[in-house]
């Protein structure tokens, strides 16, 4: 059974680092290019503006999830450093990952619903908002799965110590 985790884990790990590294060069490729026609052949991309929207939301989902994984979020340890206790302080590195959680599990619920009422058509590509709103609650998804992946590490690594 761990052998199936740690592959969908991998899998998981994989598609973070695609979707945002796939999104980041595509904003940037069709901003150039949207540039390079705009001020050189004074005509420019319609949908330009409208998909590198829908991209940066997803490189800014799927990053966060990343970021989560790789310990890039910043955390609150002014507080958590406040007491000598090793224990008081496990406990309330406890109650801000569970906080966070119950946010992140709010925020997805949230975009879930969100995302699924986005049957207006886009402006320039008249397709569903739905499947630009999409990567949202599937960040969220990602962020709770890495979370409570890393929940154990984050609540007993104590940084008080580690200096």
Same mark, same amino acid.
């Given at each position: 059974m761990s052998q199936v985790f740690n @592959?969908? =884990?991998? @899998?998981?790990?994989?598609? +973070? =680092? /695609?979707v945002s590294g796939i999104s980041l060069a595509a904003i940037v490729a069709i901003a150039a290019a949207n540039t390079v026609d705009r001020y050189i052949f004074s005509s420019g991309f319609l949908w330009a503006d409208e998909v590198n929207q829908a991209l940066l939301v997803a490189m800014a989902m799927f990053g966060s999830a990343r970021a @989560? &994984? !790789?310990g890039g979020h910043i955390e609150f340890t002014t507080i958590t450093n406040l007491t000598k206790s090793y224990a008081a302080r496990v406990a309330i590195r406890s109650v801000i990952l569970a906080l966070t959680i119950g946010f992140m /599990?709010? /925020?997805f619920l949230i975009s879930l619903q969100y995302a699924s009422r986005g049957t207006i058509l886009s402006t320039v590509l008249k397709v569903p908002r *739905?499947?630009?709103?999409?990567? *949202?609650?599937?960040?969220?998804?990602l962020c709770?799965? +890495?979370?409570? &992946? !890393?929940?154990k590490a984050k609540v007993t690594t104590d940084p008080v110590q580690e200096h």
């Open positions: @592959v969908i =884990d991998k @899998v998981i790990h994989n598609i +973070e =680092d /695609l @989560v &994984r !790789t /599990l709010f /925020l *739905m499947y630009y709103y999409l990567s *949202m609650p599937i960040g969220f998804g709770l799965y +890495e979370y409570i &992946r !890393t929940a």
